[in-house]
């Protein structure tokens, strides 16, 4: 729900699409910064003191942030500061998170595993986004992104709760040489740095924009927070059966499969651009939102299968650091540019861009090769 309800608290606020690009790239800015560290601290500490920790601050992030909406209307600076935090946060917490799934999971279950994360991830994503768009509508967003803030310390609790598997701690070693050791396994990987070069830049051209100015276009031509709502929704609903559909299936060539799910994505982009129906964007974004779970899945599993378990916190730090960090300057870009040129120009733009990407890294050898294989 708390996207929803950020992108109207600060519209509300009286901010534009350029200020919510801020906020944006506020948030994301913080996760690029820190993610490689992230990844060293939890292959060296453990995987879940770093992702209490990082819950810990999110949750008062997002506590201080319903608070300061509650009492009126925040300056831009103060969004762009509690986004920040919660940035900080994810970038500890997702590293540790890929890393502790086939710490956790069988070799044999692990597709599943991740599918099922994606699943539960998306069953949220469909009630969620539509309900905040209701309660924005009725009640404002302070109390939406309130009941974000309370959703950390039910994280924090469960994860507390969590039995994992005894293992020996890893030995403490110069930092340098452990981000030399990460960096050398992603990079010995022609696949994994292709598909973060790919993201990288759909991340700049497509998506940031879309995030952007995709509410900025709900709210001029289809009606504001309740369609974009339910577009998230529609979203979810997609990812929730295409991670359902992937219980259990191994395909031969998963990275392919991944990367030809990578399609969907500028759907909605381009539909928005087009000035489609409501109902029309829905559709596309339930195409996006299936084909992100497959990607999300197949990738994740790809990646936690051939890398070396004592540094796939690492690996995955390096993916997240190098696809998301021209995505924070789309989003700041995203409201100049877009006053310059056009919104639905620049949405066209990204939406084909998405596809040209998708079908170059299809055709690239190193990529079709991937196997399955059990770790």
């Known amino acids: 729900m708390s996207g929803v309800a950020l992108v109207f608290a600060v519209l509300g606020s009286g901010g534009t699409a350029t200020d919510l690009g801020y906020v944006e790239a506020a948030r994301i800015v913080p996760q690029v910064v820190f993610v490689l560290g992230a990844g060293v601290l939890a292959d060296r500490l453990g995987r879940r003191p770093v992702m209490l920790g990082a819950d810990t601050l999110r949750g008062c992030a997002q506590a201080a942030l319903a608070v300061a909406v509650f009492l009126g209307r925040p300056q831009i600076w103060l969004f762009m500061l509690l986004a920040a935090l919660a940035g900080v946060g994810e970038a500890f917490f997702s590293p540790a998170l890929d890393a502790l799934t086939p710490q956790i999971a069988p070799n044999d279950a692990l597709v599943s595993a991740n599918a099922l994360t994606g699943a539960a991830s998306a ?8 309900l905040a768009g209701i309660l924005v509508a009725v009640a ?41 050791e990460g960096w050398r396994e992603f990079a010995a990987r022609t696949w994994l740095w ?23 276009l709900a709210r001029d031509y289809l009606g504001g927070a309740r369609p974009w709502g339910l577009i998230q929704a529609a979203s979810g609903t997609g990812a929730l059966l295409a991670g359902a559909a992937a219980l259990g299936r191994k395909p031969s060539r998963p990275l392919l499969i991944a990367t030809l799910a990578t399609f969907g994505y500028p759907i909605p982009c381009l539909l928005l651009a087009l000035h489609a ?10 195409v996006a939102g299936a084909g992100g779970a497959l990607f999300i899945t197949y990738c994740l599993t790809t990646m936690q299968q051939q890398l070396p378990a004592d540094a796939l916190a690492r690996g995955s730090s390096f993916v997240t650091f190098g696809a998301f960090g021209p ?26 861009w998405a596809v040209l990407s998708s079908a170059v890294v299809v055709a690239l050898p190193p990529v079709r090769a991937v196997r399955w294989r059990s770790r």
């Open 123 to 130: 069953a949220t994503g469909i009630a969620g986004p539509a």
């Open 277 to 286: 129906p409501g109902v029309a964007v829905g559709a596309g974004a339930f």
């Open 194 to 216: 292709v598909i973060t070069v790919q993201f990288a830049l759909f991340n700049l051209i497509t998506w940031a924009p879309y995030l952007v100015l995709g509410p900025v």
């Open 140 to 180: 404002g967003p302070a109390p939406v992104i309130a009941v974000d803030a309370a959703s950390y310390g039910v994280s924090v609790l469960t994860l507390a709760m969590l039995r994992l598997p005894r293992g020996r701690p890893a030995p403490v070693r110069p930092l340098l040489r452990e981000f030399g």
């Open 327 to 352: 995505g924070a300057l789309g989003l700041a870009l995203a409201g100049p540019v877009a006053q310059a040129v056009g919104i639905r120009s620049v949405l066209g733009v990204g939406a084909a």
